[in-house]
Structure formats: structure tokens, C-alpha cells
């Protein structure tokens, strides 16, 4: 038990130095492709923020080479070792380890550019890396995975509009702009580092977006071959951004589509039939609050794809403030309280609905687990008692085999679990004592039913 | 019961001010910002229209917060106390106090904008209203949620294209109107204030539907950076609008498409195997109807998932006219009756379908809820009697124990409820005074019926 | 039987004339907005041919109205009539009736344009006709809703970007063409009608494909107040059609995407315990199978939907060859021969597959349906007979109560309907003449049988 | 089994050289109509490559028809001979044999294009060839049906926008360049071959993606016309590329998003309900390992659409190191052992949970297949043994009828198979020698088994 909440917290921790990891990624790489586009010199002061981002990473692949798991489930695994292991740890390193450096002293230049800043290139390959890290954030966080394919899109968008205004404009600086390369035509040279990076942003979004404004256009062939990628690249973003979208906002309604649909139809039926608007009524309320509740999920439904250990661990949860009230359960041996545990079904009662009638043959015993029941008579004026959660009826009519002599009707929504005859017959077929158990039960009864009895109600 | 229908009449009544609230939530916004960004000055006519906006949300939030609701189901929250509650009281009441009044008098500018326009944007906290409101909508009015969906989207695109637009326009004013910026540019400056909105809103509008004329750009450094923003917010919101129409006609055709795709599947099959062309008209026949008439549902899955209790009261309502008609319904007592109204399975027949055969042992009794079938001779040839609705047949050979001595056909499509042998023998198990029930019923039989009898027909 | 043939015939003879009354409702739509439009005065053709469709219009109205339909099922109401019915006979004579003809005598203008051609505008009620034929074309060919939805598509797009390009050309015209409006600036007005129109359709294609050339814009206020509206409409118009057709190809993909998925996890979970390579490469056939012979759909649970009276009908059919063929259907009485047919199930079994193995206790009799089965000895390797369609085994170790004394293997796919060993208890305690129909039977068998049987195989 | 694995290998040939036809077909459209559009007379080196793909078509065409497959199975039909069949043979020869080369020695023009080039375009008939070669790619490479898709959706956006850009061009280059026409305006005339291809494609592209920056524009007729329909099935293309993209995503994420709003429901049922959060955290656990594992299926759920037969043998796979192993499945004969392997139901353990609890009645036998349980005491301090794959328990108190005097309890996920004690009864009453198997199978217990015998545990 102790060890899956360490985990868990765990788990919150290696959150947040993902989402750390993926901001040093993505700067990286920024600053880096920035530079060289558009700086062509290496500054001092990017320098150190490459040189401390790979100083980090080089200590979060030195931990995870050093730290080991035991992998028995499937959150065991060391996310650190296993995100960095994934892409080969060669080429993390190749990735990571501060090469340019050895150029910073000596300063050579490639088409007018340092380079220092072609070798920090190889910090592109943290691209992999932030794949991989946005998988392993999706792995551990999926209670929230809308948001986080948001964050995905989000990054995938801004990195690849980032790379081609990066390259939009490196083509005319690198072959020393032509006189009708766009850099000249649109007198954008003469502007600031800034105003250059803008105007590369400004014709990428207008291109990728596919608005097309077209006062930036390309007039040379490279330039026009450029234009035909980015228009194709940015085209096919947009549209994957488009359909990414679709996807999840449909996946985001699925089951709320699904679910009312089927009450549509189920309540079109009823309307077709001529029932009555205070019976649709009624059951309209009951889909109402299935879906508020349970999210649209029959509440018998719920827990019965859980293998039995894990099932019954659940259902003892469940009841653990019911099975010290309940004499029933009080007072009986591990292995019968589970097997009735698991035996019990789950009853949701609209308000009104009545849970049993007068004259009713045994069919069961009823655990009340939320809200509040009425024993009424049968013409359902008179209120003989309230049972609320942690109170039971119906084993007095299966023990003494008689019939009801009260009728019980649910005030508000109730739900209850329901041990059935069937159950109860196979239950007693395989542990006798289970007879005692319910007579021993019967007489430690809680003072209301006591008093029913004693007015001669038996349920 | 009288209960829900008056929460009913009431959520129509919400309704109705949801709607209200909507409408003066969105116009004070339009009012606000409008004025702010094309105007510059308060107007008279504006600031009675505001602050009389002002006024009724004032009394609706006294109102709810007097308000107290009973909160026992789903919808008997208080809507509009929740609605004000969601987003605090304080929240709400700094975007509804006319604070900006006070410098009516005062008379300051900020950057040539009367300081009662700035102060007045505090009204912008009712965005977070507007969804508010229109989540609220979307759940009391379940039925209709694709023209909510749609109402959404266009209440969405509205207010971000007016947003930009302003925005768009307040950039050059508060600089003063430099000579390269666009209204001057394009001479928007000499047209009265509705030209000024009309260009700005028709460059936003060019912008978010992608299409880009580019007969009005940005040339400078701030609108570069503002039309990047406006690109992205608008291509973005192009985008969210294609996936969440894509989601929306998805949703509508779910069910549509996974019943006809299965339809194919069976009609294919029954091709391929050689079934013929009558047979498998009949299926076809059948599918149709049951997709017009019941949304594709089985009919005997539509009230299969409603717990107990609910499926009585809807079975009861279902059987009113049957209740009363039916011998064996009006001899057994409550108990009895809802013990067989609970198993009762429905049966569809098609045209000309056989619900049973001469010389078939007694497997049930069938009441006929919809439709005529008639008592024919085995070769289908003379036709004894009809049975319409209210009638059954069956109960004699389950009481007497012998072979039926004609057949049963349905005449068109016809709607049946049949209790099975296993259910029958089940319930005469807990309940024996089943068997004096039918023999009462079997004395009152209706003439059709008791003709047949008479004719020594056993059915 | 016949009856539902007759109206096979009949709906596609209505397809067809649907299809001609949609093809009119267009080209009149169509006509009648060009003229008005780009040649302004009445035309003597188009006249001719507006008055000719009003003829056949008017015709169908009044067969329409006189025809009287018996509705029984979904499909027998009139659709002629429902279709003229549903929007009114007023409206609908409104949009028919050549009211404008009055005017071709008095020839008066407004803004230019004959007044007989603005009162033919009356026939674009017409345009709600088209959306009831495209629902009712629906309706009646479910069988290839695709082609329809695309259809509809196209019609919807078609008609919305010719009246965009109508609209944009009739504003300058009916201000006279100020020197500023768009046909004057780009020279449209000395060029031809076609050439106009051209113009028109090639701005509004430009606008509503978000394309947005820019070589024609507008410049003055009406035309920029029509802009906006054009591109609203045309940008939604466009994002309609994405997001329709994203519906429509995941609606094609629906049921394939689920079965592989569900496959893909099948033999993943194989692949992952070490199942060998032969063993799953039978179940990813037996799968293949699975799609393309049966959509998918398990063969058991294809006719489970039907009630008990269509599924007898089917079964009859489906089993058809088989009866006469099989002793134990010959020799049953219907009603045992139906119960027979309904306790059927199908199995099928892929190549190697074994039915049953030597020393087996008896779990039921197997009717083969389709594909051969090999009767061999307990190591498969000697080979005692062949059983094809129509044959059968099982029935004598169920008769006699003893073991199986061979093994039965499937020679490629094979499909076989079983009647398992509980049913067919079921069925004698209700028939005991089941007993002398298999005594009776076996007494017929095969020669191929009846040579196993002297061999001294017991199956 | 062999011959399975033989088409297997086929397929993977075949699937090579589907590519390879690809390839060749798109490749030599490409050739044809880029040499038409822009180079206008055949030169000698892609004459060569035609006249050789044209070669190898024919070769394949006549294997073809010369091969022939017994069609048994669904994958067994020739794929090569299909192909080219069910475009009919005649059809596939007219755009394979070299009709054109005839007029390499005539040299006719026509519109100043060799009617060598114009006798080539037959070869575009392979256009239908290119989405018969990708639907039978998808058949046969089902377990990447996405990249399949993408790869479909590549081709056919590269040859709508090839053919475009061709027509774009021939316009003007046919009508002998008038002065108004694009190529002239743009001075494209005076480029290069390349320069021209890149111009048309670009200004296709431009229209294609939507973006529309309007530097080359239409302004004659002709090109206007041409400009609307390459606006038309430029945008419709860039439509359906959004619309496949969407229908795609959303097929990739069907399953994983019902299963975690699933879930997703199930968790906050248990949140609602007050759980603690140790249990909540199992139940975690447990969908995890089950979406990691089984893709989401529940094991119990992943065989049990196999019929029978196939069932059987893969069971006997899966449990093909635990039949020798286990004493009960060595001592059974074939049938027996069959009967029991098709009784188990899988039974997924969570960490701790427990199988077992001292005191239960006997429910049935469990194998374990994977992982390792611990039999314990009842406060479950002791651990009296630990039983890995291949051990069982729970056959003692199922032949002594005695209570289970220990607890087996699970040491991290474990996979069991059940046999129930119901299955037990019914195989035990149609084979009475299981008694004997038990018995001897008991003698031949495991040491650790053996041991807890002896220390008194009763399992």
C-alpha cells in the first residue's frame, strides 16, 4: 500500500521535471536555430544558457545511467533512465556535449556564419527528445489528456513555424543578398535583428495559416522552391492542427454522444407509446442523473470488468462504513463476507420508486448504501419508518418464508445493494452458518426496524 | 408527480432568462468595447443603455443570492444562484458596479480614451458568463444540443472577430495615427465611425476564414506583431470551428452509421448465402422499421438498462389500457401483477411472421400490445379469428398442458409481450395463486376468444 | 410476399422521377437567378423552358393530391404527395404558378430589371423542395448513402456560389455601376454576360475556397459590407464541407477501424504470451475470414437481433437445401422442425480445425452447412470419410450415450450449425417425438454414413 | 500449417513488388505529362524509360494471365492476376503497348506538341492502376493500415497537383502565348524547362493549400476558367486531405479514448463514493497494466469470440508449457483435456489481492500461468509457500469438500486460470474418469505443494 503512494508521488515529481526538461528542450533549440539565423555571431549571453541547459542535461543522463528500478508493474520503470536510453545514449551525448566549444577559440566562419553556431546544430536532436517526453508526460498524467495534446500541438506548431522563418531567411543571407532576394526587395535588411525575425514569422503564419496575405511573395527560384515546401509543410500542419482538433473535441464528446443518443431514443419510444410526461418524467431524471453521477455508466456496470480479488477489495471499501453497522456482515467469518459482498447488486431507486410492495414474495435482502427508503403500506399513505444508509430489510420474509406485509418506496434518489435469492440460496448451500449468522443478526437490529417488528411489519 | 411537473414548467422559465442574460451579457460586451475603440467618448444613449444592463443583473444576482433551493436531485439546483455563485460574488460584482460612473463627471482621458471607457472594460468579466450561461443552457435544454453547439460556436466567433477588430484599429489610434499606419494608409481615418469598424471587421474577417485578400496589410513593426497574434487567434479559431462542425455532424450521424453498417452486414450475408429475394425484403423491411419507429434500438434493450423499481412504474404506464382489459392483469393482486409486468419481453413480427405454429408445445403467453394477428390453420389457409390489442392467447395450453391446435399470424407489423414458460413457472413457484388467477380469467375471456374455445381452437 | 416486390419496383421508378424533379427544381433556381442578375430583361427561351418545368411542376402537384396511399409500413406513404405536403400546397403553388407572365404583357422595370423577372424569383421556394428531395432520395436508396451525402454536398455548395456571384454583380448594377464599384474598376462591364458571370463565380470560388487572390477586392462601402457576408458564408460553407466529408469518411471507416483494433490487440496479446507463429497466423486468418466474408460481424451474433418470428423465416431459408436433404427435418412436424431451426448454432471452423475428437461424450448433433469435414482417426492420420453440405453428425452418441469413436476435422473454413446437447434435451422433454424422428432418421442416413456406421464409428 | 506459411512469405513478395508497380506507374505518368506540358518533343532518354516500364508491364501482365491460384481462402486469390484483370485486360494493354512509338518516325505535330507525347498520355490509364495497387496494399499489409493511408493520400495529392500544374501551363503554351496570357506577364516564357515547371507548380500549390497570395493571377477567359477549376479540386483536395486526417487521427485514438473515459468514469464513481485512495490507486494499477498489456481488452473477452475449434488451439498454445507440467492435464485423455482447456476462465490479479482467503468453500482450481502467488496465513504475516507458473491449488477442498485452510494471496500482477467449480461438476458428470485424474494427478504434486500438505494446509 506504502510503496504505490511513494510511487504516486514520485510520479507528481517526475512530472514537473519533464515539463523542465521539455522547456530546456524547446529553448535550446530556439536559441540555437535563432542564433544562427538570424545573430550569426554567438553571443556571450546565450552561450551560458546553451552551456547551463546542456550542464543539466548532462547530470539528468549521468543520474539516469546510475539509477535502477525493479519493473514490475507498468509505472516502475525509471522514466529518466528509460526516456534518455530510448534514443541511444551516443547520441543524446552527441546532442548534449558542448563540442562548438572547441571552435568558440577559434572562430572560423562558414557562408559568414560562425562555426560555432553550425556545430550547436547538434542540439537539434533534442527534437526526438521532446517526442518522447511529451509520450512519457501523457503516460503519467492521463487524467488530463486533452490538455496535454493541446501542449503537443501547441509545441509541434511553434517549433516547425520557428524552423522555417529561420530558414526563409538564411537562404538569401547565405548567398549575401541579391539585390531581389526579399530581404532587399523588402528593405527588412536594414532593419533590426528583431524586425527581421518578425517579418520571417509574419510571412511563415501568413503562409502556414494559409491566409496568404501575399505581400511577401518570393521572386527568385530558390525562393520559390522554398515557398512550394513552407506552403506544403505549413498547408499540412494547419490541416493536421485542423484534424488533431477533430479528433479530440470528438473524443471529448464520445461518450456524452453516445449516452444521449440512446436516452433519445429510449425517450422518443416512450413518447411514441403515449406514456404518461410524469412516468418520461421520471425516467427522464433517472438519465439525468446516471449522467451527472455516473457519467452515463449503469452503476451494475461499473465494477464488474474488475477481476474478483480486486473487485471484492473494492466493494469492502465501498461498504467498510456499512460492514461494522450491518449485524449481518458484523458477525460474519472472512470468507462469507466476501462471497456476499461479491454476491450483492447495485439498485438505483427514482424518487417514488418503490423497492418492494406489499404482499411481495422474498426475493432478497436490501443494504441500503445512500439515501433514505419509507416502509409505507401498501396504499402508500401511511409512513410506518425511514431507513437510512447502513440499514437493511427483507431478510425476515427469506428467513421466515412469508410475505411482505409493508411496502417500501425510495424518498429521492436511493441506492441500494441487493443480495438476491438466488445468491442467498447458493451462498447458504455452501456455508450452512450463514442461517445463524442471520439469526444472531436479527437480534442485534437497530431500534427502528426493532420497532417495526414489534407492530408486526415484516420485510 | 406534480412536483417535477412544476421544475419543468420553471426550467422553461430559465430558459427563457438564460437567453436574456445572454443576450445582455453579449451586447454590453459589444456596447463596451465598440465604444471604447471606434467612439473614444461616452455617449448618452450608451451609458443609459449600460447602466440599465447594469441594473437588471444587479437585481438578478440579489435575487439569487436571496434565493434557496432544495438540493435533492440533478436540476433542482438553483440555476441562477449557481450561475452567479460559479464565479464569485466579488467577480461579478466589480463587472457589474458602475464604478465607471464616477468619472462621468470627472471627465479624464487615458491615450484619447475617456477613463469611463477604459473603467467600463471591467464588463469583460461577463465573458466568463457567457459560458457560464451557455453551459447552463446546454443542460437544461438536453433535447436540442446541436443548435446549442451551434449557437456556442457563433457566439465564440463573434465576440473574438469584434475583439480583433477593435483591437486592431486602437493600436494606430492610441499612437496617434503615425503616417504609414493602416487607417491612414488606406484613408480609413476621413469615414465615419461605422466605415472605421466596417474595414476593421473586414480585415479581421479576411484574416480568420484564412482567405487574405491583402489589399489591407500591416507595415509596421506593432501591426506586424498584432496581425501574427490576429493570424494565429483567427486560424486557430477557422480551425476550432471546421473540427467542432466535424465532431457535430459526426455525433449526429453516430448511431445512424453503426445501425446501417450492421444493417449491410446482415443483408450482405444473407446475399451471400442465397437467401431469398422475399426473405430478405422482410429483414429490410424489418431493419426500416425498426429505425423509424425505435432509432435502432431492439425494443427489448430500450428498457432493459432502467433499474427496477423505474422499469415497473414504465411498464405499468406502458400496459394502462391493457391493465384494466386483460383478466389476468385484474384478478392478481399488486404483488403478482408487477412480478409478471417485469417479465414480459417484447416481441416484434413482421408482416405475415408466425408467433406460433399447430402442433407447437406451450412455450408462453402473448399480449398483444400493438397491431392484429390472426388464428389461422396450419396451412395458413382459413382464418379463424383476429386479436387486436388488449387480447392474449397462449394460457390454455400452459394450464392444460397441450399441443396448440392452430397457428398464429400477424397481419402487418405487429407489437407483442410474451411471458415465457420459464418466467410462468417461476413466478407460479413464489406466487400458486397464479393458477386460480388464470382459471378466474379463463371464465371472462372476450367473445372472439371464447368462440375459438368453442370451435375447440386450444391456443 | 408480391406486395413488397411491387414496391421495390415502385421506389426505384420514384428514384428516378425524384431525381428528375430535383434536376428541374435546380435548373429553374438556376435560370431564373442568372437572368435576373446578368441579362435583366426576360429571355424567350429561358421563358419557354421556366414555364415548361412550372407545367410539369404543377402536373406532379396535382397527381400529388389525388393520389391516396394505404400506410401500413414505413415505406408505403406517398412520397409524391408527403414531398408537395410537407412544405404546404400553398407555398408551394406560390413558387409554381407563372404569376410573373402577367408582366411579360406590361414589361415594367425596378432598378433596372424586368419586373417579370423579379417575380420569378417566387421559384426559389423551390430550394426547400430540393433539401425534401435530398431527404427523400435518402430515405429511399439507404443503400448508398455515401454517393448521396456527396451529392447533396455538391448541390448545397453549387447553389450557394452561384447566388454569392449573382448577389456581388447585382449591387453595382442596380446602383448603375458608380465609377468605383468592382465592374468598372476591372473593365467587367464591356466584356460579355459570360464573361461577367465568369468574374462573379471567379471571386466568389476565390473567397469561398479561402483561396483569397486579391486581384479583385472591394472598395466601397456596399461592396464591403457584401464581402464580409461572402466570406462568413463561403469560409463556413467551405469548413461545412470538411467537416462533412470528415464525418462522412469516418462513417466509412467506422466498423473497419473497430474490428482491426480489436484484432490488432488480439494478436498482440498472442504475440506478447508466445503463442506460436503457426497458431496465430490461424486466428489472424480465421479473422480475414471474419471481414470479408461476414463484415466482421460474428457469425452468431448476425441473426440474433431478429425476433423469433423473422429469424424462424431466415432460418427456414437459409437451411432450405438442408431440409429435405437432412432425415431429421424431413421426418419432424413444423412445430418440432421449428424449435429444431431456432436452437441452431452456428460454428465456424477454420482449416484443421477439429469439430470433435475420439472419445468425446456427446455435446450435440452437427449439421454441416458449408465446406467439407474429414471423419479421422484419433492421430489425424488415417482418413475414414468425408462429410459435405447437407450431412450430418453427432446424433448417434447422443442417441446411444457413448463416446465419440473418432475425430472430425475441417478441411479448409467450414460452417456448421450445431444443436447443442442442453437444447436438445429442452426441446424432447417438449417434443418426446424427438426420439422417433432420430431413430427414423438414422435409419436414412448417407451411404457415406451408413458405411462409417458398419465400420463401427460412433459419432 | 506450412502452406500458411508460405503465402505468408508470398505476401511479402508480393507487397515488394506492389510497390515496385507503383513506383513505375506513377513515375511514368509523371514522365508523360511533364513532357507534354513542358518539354513538348520526346527526347531519347525518357523515351527509354518508358519503352522500359512499358516492358515490364507487359511481362507482368503476361504472368498474369498465364498464373493461376486455387482460391480457398480469402488470401489466396493471384494478386498479380487480379490486378489487371478487373480493369479488363484489353483496357491494361491500350495503356501499355507502345502505340505512340510509331510516330517517333512520322513526327507529326499537333498544337505544336509531338504526337508522340500526345499518344502517350494513354499510359495515364494506370492512374486506375495506381489505387487498385494501394487498395491491395492495404489488403494485404493490414497491421499498417496508417502509414497506408498517408502513403495513399501523398500519391494522390501529388498527382492532382502535377496534372494542375501541366494544364495550368498548356493553356497558354497551345493558344501560342498571347501577350495578356500568364507566362508572358510573368516572364516565365524566357526561364528555363525548370523554371517554368516551378512556376506552374508553385502557383498551383499556392491555390491548392488555400493560401492565395495572388502574385500570379488568371486574366484572360480561359484562365479564369481554369482558375476556377483548380480552385475548385484544389480546395475540395485540401479538404479531403483535412477530412482523411481527421477520419485517420481519430481511428488511431478510437480505443485508447473509450477505454480511458471509461475510466476515466469508473475513477471518479469511486472518488464520489469516498474510496480510499490506496484502493482507488489499485484499481489505477490495474487499467493500466490492462491498456499496456491486453490494449484494453479484458483477457476474459479477447478469446472468447474464437469459435471452439480455433479456441482450442490456441488455449492449447498458451498453456503448452503448463500441460506436461501440470499432472491433471498429463493424465487426462485428449477429450478430457480439450474440455478442460475450455473451461478456463482467466482471472488478472492485482499486487496483494487476494485469490483465496482462509475458510472459503471450494470454488474451483487454479493454474497459474504467470507470476507468482503466496499462500499465507490469514492475517497473511506467514508465508507458508509461494507457487510460480505451472503450480495449481484449490483441487484438494474440491475432492475432500473441506474449507480452504490457508490464503493465497498475489505477489505483483498475476495471471490465473480458473476452472469453476460449476465447470468442474459438468465436465466431472459427462467424464467420471476426472475423479481417477485427481487423484493420480495428486500423488504427483509439486515438492512445495507436497510440503504444505504435510504442514496441513488444505488448499
Given at each position: 500500500m506504502d510503496r504505490s503512494i511513494v510511487i504516486t508521488k514520485d510520479s507528481r515529481l517526475l512530472v514537473g521535471r519533464d515539463i523542465l526538461l521539455l522547456v530546456l528542450a524547446v529553448g535550446s533549440i530556439w536559441i540555437v536555430t535563432f542564433e544562427l539565423a538570424f545573430v550569426h555571431q554567438p553571443q556571450l549571453i546565450t552561450s551560458a544558457i546553451i552551456y547551463t541547459i546542456d550542464a543539466i542535461f548532462l547530470i539528468h543522463i549521468w543520474i539516469g545511467t546510475r539509477s535502477s528500478h525493479r519493473?514490475?508493474?507498468?509505472?516502475?520503470?525509471g522514466p529518466i533512465q528509460s526516456l534518455y536510453m530510448r534514443r541511444g545514449l551516443g547520441l543524446l551525448l552527441v546532442g548534449t556535449l558542448p563540442i562548438d566549444a572547441l571552435f568558440l577559440f577559434i572562430g572560423a566562419d562558414l557562408w559568414g556564419i560562425s562555426l560555432v553556431l553550425w556545430f550547436r546544430?547538434?542540439?537539434?536532436?533534442?527534437l526526438g527528445l521532446i517526442f518522447d517526453i511529451l509520450r512519457q508526460l501523457e503516460r503519467s498524467t492521463r487524467s488530463n489528456t486533452a490538455a496535454l495534446r493541446i501542449a503537443r500541438l501547441i509545441t509541434v506548431v511553434t517549433v516547425v513555424l520557428h524552423l522555417l522563418a529561420c530558414i526563409w531567411y538564411l537562404i538569401p543571407f547565405i548567398q549575401?543578398?541579391?539585390?531581389?532576394?526579399w530581404p532587399v526587395r523588402y528593405e527588412?535588411?536594414?532593419?533590426g535583428v528583431g524586425m527581421t525575425y518578425l517579418l520571417s514569422i509574419y510571412w511563415v503564419v501568413t503562409t502556414a495559416t494559409t491566409i496568404?496575405?501575399?505581400d511577401i511573395v518570393p521572386e527568385r527560384g530558390e525562393e520559390y522552391v522554398f515557398a512550394v515546401v513552407a506552403m506544403l509543410v505549413g498547408a499540412s500542419l494547419f490541416a493536421y492542427v485542423i484534424a488533431a482538433g477533430a479528433s479530440l473535441i470528438s473524443s471529448l464528446n464520445l461518450s456524452k454522444v453516445a449516452f444521449w443518443n440512446r436516452v433519445n431514443v429510449v425517450e422518443s419510444y416512450l413518447r411514441s407509446r403515449g406514456v404518461r410526461r410524469s412516468v418520461s418524467e421520471q425516467v427522464h431524471q433517472f438519465y439525468e442523473y446516471l449522467w451527472t453521477?455516473?457519467?452515463?455508466?449503469y452503476q451494475d456496470s461499473?465494477?464488474?470488468?474488475?477481476p474478483a480479488p480486486l473487485r471484492l477489495e473494492v466493494m469492502s471499501d465501498l461498504m467498510r462504513d456499512l460492514l461494522p453497522k450491518v449485524p449481518i456482515f458484523r458477525h460474519s467469518p472472512p470468507s462469507l463476507r466476501n462471497e456476499l459482498l461479491l454476491a450483492l447488486e447495485p439498485v438505483t431507486t427514482q424518487p417514488g420508486g418503490y423497492l418492494a410492495t406489499e404482499g411481495d414474495a422474498a426475493d432478497g435482502i436490501y443494504f441500503i448504501a445512500h439515501g433514505t427508503v419509507e416502509v409505507v403500506s401498501s396504499d402508500g399513505e401511511t409512513i410506518y419508518a425511514r431507513l437510512g444508509a447502513g440499514e437493511y430489510f427483507g431478510d425476515l420474509t427469506l428467513l421466515l418464508g412469508e410475505r411482505r406485509s409493508a411496502s417500501v418506496r425510495s424518498d429521492g434518489f436511493s441506492e441500494v445493494f441487493r443480495l438476491g435469492v438466488d445468491s442467498f440460496e447458493r451462498i447458504k448451500s455452501d456455508y450452512p452458518e450463514l442461517i445463524d449468522v442471520l439469526t444472531q443478526a436479527s437480534q442485534e437490529r437497530s431500534s427502528t426496524v426493532a420497532e417495526l417488528v414489534l407492530e408486526g411489519v415484516v420485510l
Open positions: 519493473d514490475q508493474g507498468a509505472k516502475r520503470g546544430l547538434f542540439r537539434m536532436i533534442r549575401g543578398f541579391p539585390p531581389d532576394s527588412v535588411v536594414t532593419g496568404g496575405f501575399g453521477r455516473r457519467g452515463g455508466l461499473l465494477l464488474i470488468d474488475l
